[in-house]
Nanobody, 127 residues
Framework: QVQLVESGGGLVQAGGSLRLSCAAS????????MGWFRQAPGEDSELVAA????????YYADSVKGRFTISRDNAKNTVSLQMTSLKPEDTAIYYC????????????????????WGQGTQVTVSS
């Protein structure tokens, strides 16, 4: 059974940092694009960051560019999201996602690319 399990969420003050991690099991994702989505209450889901299977290409939403960094460790089957200079508007449930296809070379910023999802981890930023 394929699972993506997020960790690292929590409550932090504005200006603070958090590091989210996503551990994959059930299959390797070393050849697959992965990403992080978030969804705030009453809002649509937003793709905030994505990384190609090789790690050579990344995508960031304008709202997080310069503050968030996505990385992956293919040997450990993990992907991480380092979040700095957090703002109250970053408050949301953050979901790890992965593409089931190998060696995808298209645009990383297309939400339909990702078809495996984790259960999410809550990030709350207080002002």
């Amino acid at each position: 059974q394929v699972q993506l399990v997020e960790s690292g969420g929590g409550l932090v003050q504005a200006g603070g940092s958090l590091r989210l991690s996503c551990a994959a099991s059930g299959r390797t994702f070393s050849r697959n694009a992965m990403g992080w989505f978030r969804q705030a209450p009453g809002e649509d889901s937003e793709l905030v960051a994505a990384i190609s299977w090789s790690g050579g290409s990344t995508y960031y939403a304008d709202s997080v560019k310069g503050r968030f960094t996505i990385s992956r460790d293919n040997a450990k089957n993990t992907v991480s999201l380092q979040m700095t200079s957090l703002k109250p508007e970053d408050t949301a449930i953050y979901y790890c996602a992965a593409d089931s296809r190998s060696y995808y070379r298209g645009n990383l910023n297309l939400p339909y690319v990702y078809d495996y999802w984790g259960q999410g981890t809550q990030v709350t930023v207080s002002s």
